[in-house]
C-alpha cells in the first residue's frame, strides 16, 4: 500500500513537472537556418544576362554620384573610373573585378559564441524590425518610441527562440539626443542579450564609436581579425551614394566589419516601374557599392542587399506584399547568386496601421517570399508595421512565431528509414489509426510545427477563456516574456570599461536633437 501510494505521488509529481515545464519561459534559439529546399527563380538564362548587360551599360554610361565625398572620387580615379565632377562612371567588368574580393559567406560572431551565425551560402539569419520612429501596443497605442521600449525590444529578440539576430535601430528612441542615442542602442544590445548585433550608420563617427565599443566587448585584436558587426547602408535610389553612409561604410569596410550595401527603391518613384527596369538599377547600384567598399578593404565582407517595395499610384504610399516586388526579390537573389555575395531582402513587411487581416497577409507573402528567393540575411523579419513607420509589440511576437514556420519550410522533406513509416502502415493496417503506434509515439513531440501564441483549442474552451483574438494573445505574451527576461551575464570588468566609454562620449559633446 505504501510503495502503491508513493508511485501515485511521483505521478502526480510527474504531471505537475510537465505542466511547469510546458508553461516555463525557456531562453532558446534556434540556430541560422540552413535551406534544404531549392530556390525560387523567376528569371531565366536571357533575361538575366540582359539585365546584367544593361547594368554595367548604367554604370559606364549613366554613372552614379558620390556626392560630398572628395576622398571616395579620388579613389575611383585611382580604381580607374571615370570621375566628371561628382559623378563616377565605371568601365565595363571594373565593377565586377573589384567585387571578386568580397567573400560568399562569412561568420558574424557573437559574445556568445554558440549564437554566432553565417551569413551566406544556403544559409538565412533573422533580424528583427530596423528604423521605426514610432512604437505601437494594445495598452498605449501609437506614440513617439523611447529607449524604455527599445530595451524591450532588444528583451524580446533575446527571448524570441526563432529569432538569430538582435539587429540595430529595433525603433528610434526619441527621448535621447540624435548624437547620444546610438551609444545607448548599443549598450542594450550588448549588455541585454548574447547575440549578433548592428552598428550605427548615421555618421561616421557613430561608427567608429561602435568600432571602439565592439573592441571593449570582444578585444581589439578579434575585431580587426574578425566580423562582429553587420551595419545597414542604404543608398540614395536613384544612383546616389551619400557622404554619410558612405563614410560608414569606410569606417566599417576599413575594420573588417560586414556591411549591406541596400538600395532603398519604392518602384514607380526611385526606380522604374517595370521589374527588368527596378532589378537593372538595383544590380548597378549594389555593384557600385560592393566595388567600393572592396577599394577600401579587399576581402571586407557584403552583402547585396535589395528594399524594394510597390507604390500606390492614387496616394504615392508603398505597397508591401504584392506580386511585383516578389519578382523583385526572386530576381535579385538570382542577381546576387550570380555575383557570389550574400543576400539581404524581404521581411514582416505590411502597409496595414494595425496587426490585422491586412498585415497578416501581407506580412505572410514577404516572408515566404524572403524564404523562396535565398535570401541569407532577413532584416525587418519581425515587428514591422505602417510601412516601416512603427514597431508594434504584439505584432513583434506574431511575427517571430511565425518565423518558426520559415525553419520547418526550411527542413524540406525527410526520406530515411524512420520519414518512410513502412513500420507504422504494417503496424496500423486498413481502418485503423496512428495515435497510439509505436511510431507515432516516438515521433510526435517533433513531428509537427508547435506554435507558442495562436489557439487551436475547442471553440467552448476558447470562449470560456475570454474569447481572445491574436493581437489580446499576443498582448499577453508580449507581458509574460519580459516578466520572465533574464539577463544573460557578462564580465563585470568588460561592462564597467563599457559604462566608463559611453560617460565619456557623452560628456564630451553637448545635447542635440536633430
Not at 548599443?186 to 557613430?206: C, I, N, Q, Y
Not at 513583434?396 to 520519414?419: I, P, R, S, T
Not at 493581437?471 to 505574451?477: I, V
Request: hydrophobic share 40%; aromatic share 8%; net charge negative.
Amino acid at each position: 500500500m505504501a510503495e502503491a501510494n508513493t508511485r501515485r505521488r511521483a505521478r502526480g509529481g510527474g504531471g505537475a513537472a510537465r505542466r511547469a515545464e510546458r508553461t516555463a519561459v525557456k531562453i532558446e534559439t534556434a540556430k541560422y537556418i540552413e535551406r534544404n529546399i531549392p530556390n525560387f527563380e523567376v528569371l531565366n538564362e536571357e533575361a538575366l544576362e540582359i539585365i546584367e548587360t544593361n547594368a554595367e551599360t548604367v554604370l559606364a554610361e549613366i554613372g552614379v554620384n558620390f556626392v560630398d565625398n572628395p576622398a571616395a572620387l579620388e579613389r575611383w580615379k585611382d580604381a580607374g573610373a571615370d570621375v566628371d565632377g561628382e559623378r563616377v562612371r565605371l568601365p565595363r567588368g571594373l565593377a565586377r573585378e573589384l567585387i571578386k574580393t568580397a567573400p560568399s559567406e562569412f561568420t558574424q560572431h557573437a559574445r556568445n559564441p554558440e549564437k554566432s551565425v553565417v551569413i551566406g551560402g544556403r544559409n538565412m539569419v533573422l533580424a528583427p524590425v530596423y528604423g521605426p520612429p514610432f512604437v505601437r501596443d494594445a495598452q498605449g497605442g501609437r506614440r513617439y518610441a523611447t529607449m524604455d521600449d527599445f530595451n524591450k525590444f532588444v528583451k524580446l529578440a533575446y527571448m524570441s527562440k526563432w529569432l538569430h539576430h538582435s539587429g540595430g535601430t529595433v525603433c528610434e528612441p526619441t527621448d535621447i539626443p540624435v548624437n547620444k542615442r546610438h551609444l545607448d542602442m548599443l549598450m542594450a544590445h550588448m549588455t541585454l542579450s548574447d547575440k549578433p548585433f548592428m552598428g550605427s550608420v548615421t555618421d561616421p563617427s557613430r561608427a567608429q564609436d561602435s568600432i571602439e565599443m565592439c573592441e571593449i566587448l570582444f578585444g581589439k585584436e578579434f575585431v580587426q581579425n574578425n566580423t562582429v558587426m553587420t551595419s545597414l547602408t542604404n543608398i540614395n535610389s536613384p544612383m546616389t551614394f551619400d557622404d554619410v553612409m558612405m563614410g560608414s561604410l569606410e569606417v566599417y569596410a576599413a575594420n573588417n566589419q560586414a556591411c549591406i550595401i541596400s538600395p532603398f527603391i519604392v518602384g514607380g518613384a526611385m526606380a522604374p516601374v517595370s521589374v527588368a527596369g527596378t532589378l537593372t538599377q538595383v544590380l548597378a547600384e549594389v555593384m557600385a557599392g560592393v566595388a567600393y567598399s572592396q577599394i577600401i578593404r579587399p576581402g571586407a565582407p557584403a552583402i547585396f542587399g535589395a528594399f524594394v517595395s510597390s507604390i500606390d499610384m492614387n496616394s504615392g504610399a508603398p505597397t508591401f506584399g504584392t506580386p511585383e516586388a516578389s519578382h523583385v526579390t526572386y530576381g535579385a537573389g538570382q542577381l546576387a547568386r550570380r555575383l557570389g555575395l550574400p543576400y539581404r531582402s524581404a521581411g514582416s513587411f505590411c502597409g496595414s496601421k494595425l496587426p490585422d487581416a491586412q498585415a497578416a497577409y501581407e506580412t505572410a507573402n514577404s516572408l515566404n517570399m524572403g524564404l523562396m528567393s535565398g535570401v541569407n540575411f532577413m532584416l525587418h523579419s519581425c515587428g514591422w508595421l505602417e510601412g516601416g513607420l512603427v514597431a508594434d509589440f504584439e505584432k513583434f511576437v506574431m511575427d517571430a512565431d511565425q518565423l518558426g514556420v520559415l525553419h520547418g519550410l526550411a527542413k524540406g522533406v525527410a526520406y530515411d528509414e524512420n520519414a518512410q513509416a513502412m513500420d507504422a502502415i504494417r503496424e496500423v493496417g486498413p481502418g485503423g489509426h496512428y495515435l497510439g503506434c509505436a511510431h507515432t509515439q516516438a515521433n510526435f513531440k517533433e513531428a509537427f510545427w508547435k506554435t507558442d501564441l495562436l489557439d487551436y483549442k475547442p471553440f467552448e474552451t476558447w470562449e470560456e477563456e475570454g474569447a481572445r483574438d491574436t493581437r489580446t494573445l499576443a498582448s499577453a505574451r508580449v507581458e509574460h516574456l519580459l516578466a520572465n527576461y533574464q539577463q544573460p551575464q557578462l564580465d563585470p570588468d568588460v561592462k564597467a570599461a563599457l559604462d566608463a566609454y559611453v560617460a565619456e562620449k557623452k560628456a564630451s559633446m553637448p545635447d542635440a536633437f536633430t
